[in-house]
């Protein structure tokens, strides 16, 4: 059987295995749990994360398209739970549990997904808005594309007003991240001054249309996505202890990627495995009930999660981040610029501007180890 067709119906009873007893520390998503004592809270928190998977009978794609994503809609799954993540850390401070009365807030957010060609972020647009990144409709992503095609869609999305930034380069700059989620302020003219037209930011127009004084102090709340290329063909041992505290930090969204040609969203760790959701199961096409409730069983993960030694990792990956305010980021940036002098490589660069002249191996203090981000950086699995 193929590995991106891979299905949970072939592993139900057999290859998905209970989670670890062990003394090591389990990671997910900025939160410490223990294995040996807090194995319920463990399962609780990765079922109440959004599960994206393979859907078939929805209604096709571009309106003669396909109508199932079996085979090729991995990456875009791990693409809508990551992006998921962030609407859930937006707008929701909770615990899902099957069969409770759902709020308005967790409706809105699964109905942006749903697979609809209306939908923000289904399967529909993302499929259509890939075809400005070069992908034909039904051909397979890689991390950098759904990133992009991501950030584009966000734009529409005025419920939730996020600010969507795809670090390329491996590099992360820290004055444009701060003219897009504030760009009713004129950085130019002092941090203070209230910009008179909206500002053409990595590649979309973003800007404060007809805000209320109150609007323009807030941040827009921050998706930050990392494209990265953590080796050539194998993942660098350099970078394990990096990416795993990548997945200790509260602002963590967590990590597209997977194997060749078969993507997963990965959400934590525990020693040297990884855990994560997997897309590989096909599922019907789901719509709202008449009373605007949502059977949603189906988009929660109710066995115990996925694991893989990180040593098989494909090095091809997108790192994601959540800032809901101001001091969030500051805060995010402390913890990078720490991380940075651990023990391995560095996985991208952390800087205050952007150089004005051409940037040099020397200008980013980079190794031999990690120059090979600004060749591979586009590359897919």
């Known amino acids: 059987m193929d590995a991106a067709t891979l299905t949970y119906d072939s592993l139900r009873f057999g290859e998905i295995e209970d989670f670890p007893e062990t003394s090591e520390p389990v990671w997910i998503l900025g939160k410490q749990f223990s294995a040996l004592t807090e194995k319920d809270e463990i399962l609780a928190d990765v079922t109440s994360r959004l599960w994206f998977t393979y859907r078939k009978n929805f209604q096709p794609i571009g309106g003669t398209g396909p109508t199932s994503d079996t085979g090729w809609g991995c990456m875009l799954r791990c693409g809508q739970m990551i992006l998921g993540q962030a609407l859930i850390c937006r707008h929701l401070d909770w615990r899902w549990s099957p069969g409770q009365r759902q709020r308005a807030e967790y409706i809105s957010?699964?109905?942006a997904f749903i697979d609809k060609k209306d939908s923000y972020?289904?399967?529909?647009?993302?499929?259509?808005?890939?075809?400005?990144?070069?992908?034909s409709i039904g051909q397979w992503y890689g991390p950098n594309t759904v990133a992009q095609v991501l950030k584009k869609l966000a734009v529409f999305d005025?419920?939730?007003?996020?600010a969507v930034h795809v670090a390329m380069d491996n590099t992360v700059v820290i004055e444009e991240i701060k003219r897009l989620c504030m760009p009713w302020l004129d950085f130019d003219r002092g941090a203070c001054a209230v910009s008179e037209e909206p500002r053409e930011m990595n590649g979309d127009l973003e800007g404060a249309c007809a805000l209320t004084g109150e609007e323009t102090a807030l941040w827009k709340p921050l998706v930050l996505l990392i494209p990265l290329r953590l080796g050539l063909s194998d993942i660098n041992e350099a970078y394990i202890e990096p990416l795993k505290q990548c997945f200790m930090m509260p602002q963590s969204l967590g990590v597209i990627g997977g194997k060749p040609n078969s993507a997963h969203f990965f959400i934590g760790f525990v020693g040297d495995e990884l855990i994560y959701l997997d897309p590989h199961t096909t599922q019907p096409a789901v719509d709202p009930t008449e009373d605007g409730q949502f059977p949603d069983d189906s988009y929660h993960c109710q066995h115990p999660?996925?694991?893989?030694?990180?040593?098989?990792?494909?090095?091809?990956?997108?790192?994601?981040?959540?800032c809901q305010t101001e001091d969030d980021f500051d805060e995010w940036c402390a913890q990078i610029r720490k991380v940075s002098n651990c023990r391995g490589l560095p996985m991208f660069e952390l800087v205050d501007s952007q150089p004005s002249h051409l940037i040099t191996a020397d200008v980013l203090n980079l190794t031999p180890g990690n120059?090979?981000?600004c060749f591979f950086i586009d590359s897919e699995f």
Not at 309 to 322: M, T
């Open 158 to 162: 005025s419920w939730s007003r996020l």
């Open 305 to 322: 999660p996925c694991r893989m030694h990180i040593c098989e990792l494909d090095p091809s990956i997108a790192a994601g981040f959540f």
């Open 109 to 111: 957010i699964l109905n």
């Open 371 to 373: 120059l090979l981000y």
């Open 121 to 135: 972020y289904s399967i529909h647009q993302i499929a259509q808005m890939g075809v400005g990144e070069g992908k």
